[in-house]
């Protein structure tokens, strides 16, 4: 019998999607908020809409690297806002994969944005808000119990392998992928590892190939308008569906 909305149970609240149970245990329905947070969460908005442009999004590029051959959590959009998904353990970790130089590796290293990493460069950051997510690297996060190092070396190869398809991707649609963010889970069953979360303006920066403006979350941190940041999210998702 299929779970009515009001018999879900809210499984866990972010700030950008809330997490319920659907009448499968091993699947979770993720709903897509207009929340919109930067700077650790210090920068807070709601952009109307923003959540049905992102499960838009994220529905795209899933169903892509799934055909691919990518093992992700997504199964299916339900609505809108919402997508069916694998439940999996979550790793407290984020992945990040920088193409060129920007944001915070501009700061760190003080080398200029716009300079092109030859050699994609990959970081981990561990996501704790008490500690302001730190960056750290393989051996601080093998020390914190969170993840083997074979698992470590599996996510590589898959980042690697998502990188590599998606600037392709992207590049054939004008859009430069800077840099990106992943998150991964393990399976309940067999401890396979899913790509989760979800990938979208909110979690990537892209560049404009010819103009190199800026098509993503980057335009909420500089303080353009809300009507803006819509505009630009509906730009990408045109281009993926060129
Ligand atoms: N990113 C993200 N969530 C975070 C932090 C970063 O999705 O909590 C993404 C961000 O949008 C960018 C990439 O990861 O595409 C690298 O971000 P960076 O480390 O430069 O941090 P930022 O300066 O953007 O906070």
Not at 154 to 161: D, K, M, P, R
């Amino acid at each position: 019998m299929k779970l009515l909305k009001k018999e879900r149970k809210l499984l866990l609240e972010g700030k950008t999607k809330k997490i319920y149970t659907s009448d499968n245990p091993c699947e979770v329905i993720i709903h897509y908020k207009d929340d919109i947070t930067s700077f650790n969460g210090l920068k807070k908005n709601v952009i109307p809409d923003k959540g049905i442009l992102n499960n838009e999004i994220t529905t795209f590029i899933f169903n892509l690297l799934n055909r691919y051959g990518i093992k992700t959590h997504f199964i299916r959009k339900m609505n809108n806002r919402e997508q069916l998904c694998h439940k999996v353990n979550m790793f407290p970790l984020e992945f990040v994969v920088r193409n060129i130089v920007a944001g915070s590796i501009s700061k760190r290293l003080g080398i200029k944005e716009g300079t092109p990493i030859l050699n994609p460069i990959f970081e981990i950051f561990y996501k704790n808000d008490h500690l302001k997510d730190p960056l750290i690297n393989d051996h601080h996060a093998v020390f914190l119990n969170v993840i083997s190092h074979k698992e470590l070396s599996n996510i590589y190869c898959i980042i690697s392998n998502i990188n590599n398809k998606l600037k392709k991707f992207f590049f054939d649609r004008n859009i430069i992928l800077v840099d990106f963010k992943m998150e991964f889970g393990k399976g309940k069953k067999d401890n396979q590892i899913f790509l989760s979360d979800e990938i979208s303006p909110d979690t990537c920066r892209f560049w404009d190939k010819e103009t190199m403006n800026k098509l993503d979350k980057d335009i909420f941190r500089i303080g353009l308008k809300k009507e803006k940041i819509i505009d630009v999210y509906m730009e990408v998702l045109k281009r993926l569906n060129k």
